[in-house]
């Protein structure tokens, strides 16, 4: 595989990371950690609508940037170095979903107006089951006939960005097969509750009390919507990695300009081998975990047959990294580290928390040994 980005994606995460930094400050994840939830003002929003970026990976006919996953990926990356809200890679996994579902009406009505920035839609997969993905899934969408009525009864957990959500692409079981369905945030029956997460993070319980959706509301039908469903939980995963990776890269860039300056014992801390060597150790773990993730990124696009163990690995190794990374930023910025006002505790806040989102690294590394024993041969 050849990981050299395009000129074009090198400007576009340029363009990112400058806009980014003006744009969107850290202390506003400081107050939501004591106010939360986070959540990106609708001028950002807008703006963000304006770049082009909240239907990057989507097809231009159906007014997307026409980009591919990684450079979704890219993005997210930035993302997670600024700090912004995880409602820019929410909106782009759902986007996503809704442009690969065989769902006309969706494709042409719905996908506009979210990346057009009108409407916010998040995805509501994880059930209360102590464990994470599409196999966990026990809420029941009936209903047989595509012109009936399907009623929706059951509990979401740690649906990311609910708050402020305008629809919910629900994961759920119709006719045995797995599928997503979309339910407004209005509809009768639905009430969402706040959760906390370490972070400041928008994160809330969606609870359906026998929720009434036309069956037109499936985004594809039969074995294709558990074959949408797992695509999208990829997706999905795999930008949550690319979010852990820009913690990791920008904790370590801010951790090697303080080693460089910080002086102990009449020469640099960075010249100790206790610090340079931990933090070579971490720039190793990083450039591996990018080539992970750029690997996975390219396998969704060309739908690889080991596209889902590539994600896994990518995100089991991105979780402990991202932690390694950050727990080294603050311990070796030393007593500073530990204070309110340096951001290093923010990303450690954000690592953690983005470590348990779609899957620990047990959860992956398991997802990972199934493929490879139930491979033939």
Same mark, same amino acid.
């Given at each position: 595989?050849?990981?050299?980005?395009?000129?074009?994606?090198?400007?576009?995460?340029?363009?990112?990371?400058?806009?980014?930094?003006?744009?969107?400050?850290?202390?506003?994840?400081?107050?939501?950690?004591?106010?939360?939830?986070?959540?990106?003002?609708?001028?950002?929003?807008?703006?963000?609508?304006?770049?082009?970026?909240?239907?990057?990976?989507?097809?231009?006919?159906?007014?997307?940037?026409?980009?591919?996953?990684?450079?979704?990926?890219?993005?997210?990356?930035?993302? !997670?170095?600024?700090?912004?809200?995880?409602?820019?890679?929410?909106?782009?996994?759902?986007?996503?979903?809704?442009?690969?579902?065989?769902? &006309?009406?969706?494709?042409?009505?719905?996908?506009?107006?979210?990346?057009? !920035?009108?409407?916010?839609?998040? @995805?509501?997969?994880?059930?209360?089951?102590?464990?994470?993905?599409?196999?966990?899934?026990? @809420?029941?969408?009936?209903?047989?006939?595509?012109?009936?009525?399907?009623?929706?009864?059951?509990?979401?957990?740690? #649906?990311?960005?609910?708050?402020?959500?305008?629809?919910?692409?629900?994961?759920?079981?119709?006719?045995?097969?797995?599928?997503?369905?979309?339910?407004?945030?209005?509809?009768?029956?639905?009430?969402?509750?706040?959760?906390?997460?370490?972070?400041?993070?928008?994160?809330?319980?969606?609870?359906?009390?026998?929720?009434?959706?036309?069956?037109?509301?499936?985004?594809?039908?039969?074995?294709? !919507?558990?074959?949408?469903?797992?695509?999208?939980?990829?997706?999905?995963?795999?930008?949550?990695?690319?979010?852990?990776?820009?913690?990791?890269?920008?904790?370590?860039?801010?951790?090697?300009?303080?080693?460089?300056?910080?002086?102990?014992?009449?020469?640099?801390?960075?010249?100790?081998?206790?610090?340079?060597?931990?933090?070579?150790?971490?720039?190793? &773990?990083?450039?591996?975990?990018?080539?992970?993730?750029?690997?996975?990124?390219?396998?969704?696009?060309?739908?690889?047959?080991?596209?889902?163990?590539?994600?896994?690995?990518?995100?089991?190794?991105?979780?402990?990294?991202?932690?390694?990374?950050?727990?080294?930023?603050? &311990?070796?910025?030393?007593?500073?580290?530990?204070?309110?006002?340096?951001? #290093?505790?923010?990303?450690?806040?954000?690592?953690?928390?983005?470590?348990?989102?779609?899957?620990?690294?047990?959860?992956?590394?398991?997802?990972?040994?199934? /493929? /490879?024993?139930?491979?033939? !041969?």
């Amino acid at each position: 595989m050849d990981f050299e980005l395009s000129a074009e994606q090198v400007a576009m995460r340029d363009v990112a990371r400058n806009m980014l930094g003006e744009r969107w400050h850290p202390d506003k994840m400081r107050e939501a950690i004591d106010k939360p939830p986070a959540t990106i003002p609708t001028d950002l929003w807008a703006e963000l609508s304006q770049m082009g970026w909240l239907g990057v990976n989507c097809d231009e006919i159906l007014g997307g940037g026409g980009q591919d996953i990684l450079t979704a990926a890219i993005l997210v990356e930035e993302a !997670g170095r600024a700090l912004l809200p995880s409602t820019f890679s929410t909106n782009l996994a759902s986007a996503w979903a809704i442009e690969n579902s065989a769902n &006309q009406a969706h494709r042409d009505g719905l996908l506009t107006e979210l990346v057009l !920035g009108n409407k916010r839609v998040t @995805l509501a997969i994880e059930e209360n089951h102590g464990s994470w993905g599409p196999d966990t899934i026990e @809420l029941n969408a009936t209903g047989n006939d595509r012109d009936d009525t399907l009623h929706l009864s059951g509990t979401k957990l740690l #649906v990311p960005d609910g708050s402020t959500a305008d629809l919910f692409l629900v994961a759920a079981r119709h006719d045995e097969n797995l599928c997503l369905v979309a339910v407004d945030a209005d509809a009768q029956g639905v009430t969402v509750n706040a959760m906390k997460r370490l972070d400041g993070a928008d994160i809330v319980e969606l609870e359906l009390n026998d929720v009434a959706v036309p069956a037109s509301a499936l985004l594809q039908w039969g074995g294709d !919507g558990e074959s949408l469903l797992r695509e999208v939980y990829s997706v999905f995963t795999v930008l949550i990695a690319a979010d852990l990776l820009g913690s990791a890269e920008v904790t370590l860039q801010m951790t090697s300009d303080y080693a460089k300056e910080r002086v102990q014992f009449g020469q640099p801390i960075g010249s100790f081998q206790a610090v340079s060597h931990r933090l070579a150790d971490i720039l190793v &773990q990083v450039e591996i975990g990018r080539s992970l993730l750029y690997g996975a990124c390219l396998a969704l696009t060309e739908q690889r047959e080991e596209r889902h163990a590539l994600v896994a690995a990518a995100k089991s190794w991105l979780n402990e990294t991202a932690i390694d990374a950050t727990e080294a930023g603050v &311990q070796l910025h030393g007593g500073i580290g530990y204070s309110w006002e340096l951001d #290093v505790h923010l990303h450690l806040r954000r690592a953690r928390s983005n470590a348990a989102t779609l899957g620990d690294s047990d959860f992956h590394r398991d997802q990972i040994a199934n /493929y /490879y024993c139930d491979r033939p !041969g």
